[in-house]
């Protein structure tokens, strides 16, 4: 069985930072991409960054020069260093990878239940 361990959010000030990490919980082949995406109240869940297995990164505009993601290969992890958060990052965030496991050797996407983190201004 799959899991995905989202934490690090919480309550912020706007200009501070928090650091989100995805730990993957799993009897694992491979995983491919991972990364993290947000759905703020009463929007649709959009796409914050991307980390390849070789560590290429893409991120939307929204969030670049601020926000930085990367990946412990060894530990299964994904992280999220936010940088001069605005209150507009308020959202719940979400890990998300592609996974093959030994039981199912293909590669799927899985999700983490997601940790909110809030923007004060």
């Known amino acids: 069985q799959v899991q995905l361990a989202e934490s690090g959010g919480g309550l912020v000030q706007a200009g501070g930072s928090l650091r989100l990490s995805c730990i993957v919980s799993?009897?694992?082949?491979?995983?491919?991409?991972m990364g993290w995406y947000r759905q703020a109240p009463g929007k649709q869940r959009e796409l914050v960054a991307t980390?390849?297995?070789?560590?290429?990164?893409n991120s939307a505009d929204s969030v670049k020069g601020r926000f930085t993601i990367s990946r412990d290969n060894a530990k299964n992890t994904v992280y999220l260093q936010m940088d001069n958060l605005k209150p507009e990052d308020t959202a719940v965030y979400y890990c998300?990878?592609?996974?093959?496991?030994?039981?199912?050797?293909?590669?799927?996407?899985?999700w983490g239940k997601g940790t909110l983190v809030t923007v004060s201004s």
């Open positions: 998300n990878a592609e996974i093959a496991t030994m039981a199912i050797p293909v590669l799927m996407p899985y």
């Open positions: 799993a009897t694992i082949r491979r995983i491919n991409d």
């Open positions: 980390i390849t297995s070789g560590g290429r990164t």
